[in-house]
Nanobody, 128 residues
């Protein structure tokens, strides 16, 4: 059973930066599509960014394009989400998810049910 552990969340001022990390327990992780989702209080979970197996490609939610960068490190067995120019509306719990079928297209950002494994989430709060 693959386990995913997110880290790196915290409190940051508007305009600031944070980098989230998702560490996997098994090196099969490298063959999976991986995405970051987020959920704010009272709102539905939404896809933020996705990356294909081996980093073959990436996709981003329109509102984070140019500010967020998803990447993966096969040696460390991690996927990171670098977030810059953060806005108060980026405040949410951020989750890492893995799809064993290797999906990573933009379609997957709207279909969280396709992901087989999820981390416990890490809180990101953007506030002055």
């Amino acid at each position: 059973q693959l386990q995913l552990v997110e880290s790196g969340g915290g409190l940051v001022q508007p305009g600031g930066s944070l980098t989230l990390s998702c560490a996997a327990s098994d090196f099969t992780f490298g063959r999976y599509g991986v995405a970051w989702f987020r959920q704010a209080p009272g709102k539905e979970r939404e896809g933020v960014a996705s990356i294909g197996p081996g980093g073959i490609g990436t996709n981003y939610r329109f509102s984070v394009k140019g500010r967020f960068t998803i990447s993966r490190d096969s040696a460390e067995n991690t996927v990171s989400l670098q977030m810059k120019r953060l806005l108060p509306e980026d405040t949410a719990v951020y989750y890492c998810a893995a799809d064993t079928a290797g999906g990573w297209s933009s379609w997957y950002l709207n279909h969280p049910e396709e992901y087989d494994y999820w981390g416990q989430g890490t809180q990101v709060t953007v506030s002055s």
